[in-house]
């Protein structure tokens, strides 16, 4: 019975990536903040698929929320570390609990729930982690230091559990998408979905099945051999190699 866990899935990357594994896994563990019709409406979808579902709701920051989650499980296949959340500001009007809440969510959130993962998964020898990470991480953002930063720190979160756990059998990848359609990123409005879109080669955002197809191949045995490694699905705005 192949296992996988999706924090943040209820709307955006995390229901696409949900959906996806869903053609493969056989008992989801879907976390969110609450049970909201969206996150109701993916576990339905989910079960027509003949997939098991479990709720783990809460916020990632918390680490009661890691501890509902896994507890019960025996095995873990994929764990895709996802929630976020997206706030503009710049440094002079940032408060200090923006800043906090910002890091927690994102860094403290990937921490907690990677901790008890690569436990289990060392136990069975094997395992794959994908953390969404984002191109603002590797190039900065004006009005988003804080996002950026967080994103930074899960990059290198990334690499050092890759190299950390290679020898458990677990891989550890991230993907790192540029601006994405997600209702994030639509709340923020048209004006700004137009200008976000100029800022890459193709003129365009990214979708959500597009970010979730990376992920998908991450966990997947086709990227047996590769580890700590951050995939840019980007348009271009960030070209590496």
């Known amino acids: 019975m192949k296992t996988y866990l999706v924090t943040g899935a209820a709307q955006g990357i995390g229901r696409a990536v949900a959906v996806a ?46 501890e509902r989650a896994f507890a019960g499980l025996e095995r873990l296949d994929v764990l895709v570390n996802n929630a976020g959340f997206l706030q503009e500001s710049p440094l002079s009007e940032m408060s200090f609990e923006a800043w906090d809440r910002m890091i927690r969510v994102h860094l403290y959130g990937a921490f907690l729930f990677c901790k008890p993962a690569a436990a289990l998964m060392t136990l069975q020898g094997s395992g794959a982690i994908v953390n969404i990470a984002s191109d603002l ?56 979905i137009r200008e976000e879109a100029l800022r890459y080669p193709m003129q365009r955002l990214g979708t959500a099945q597009e970010i979730a197809a990376a992920v998908i191949f991450l966990a997947s045995q086709q990227a047996s051999f590769m580890t700590g490694q951050i995939l840019g699905v980007n348009g271009g705005g960030v070209m590496s190699g």
Request: charged share 20%; with cysteine.
């Open 137 to 192: 991480g590797q190039l900065g953002c004006a009005n988003l230091c804080h996002y950026s930063a967080a994103k930074g720190a899960i990059i290198a979160l990334t690499k050092s559990l890759a190299r950390e756990l290679a020898a458990h059998g677990i891989r550890v990848n991230g993907v790192a998408p540029g601006g994405t359609l997600t209702p994030m990123v639509e709340r923020l409005g048209e004006a700004y």
């Open 21 to 66: 594994l869903g053609e493969q896994g056989s008992l989801a563990v879907l976390n969110d903040l609450h049970e909201s019709p969206a996150l109701l409406g993916l576990a339905d979808e989910l079960k027509e698929k003949g997939v098991h579902v479990r709720l783990a709701l809460g916020d990632v920051s918390d680490p009661a929320t890691a």
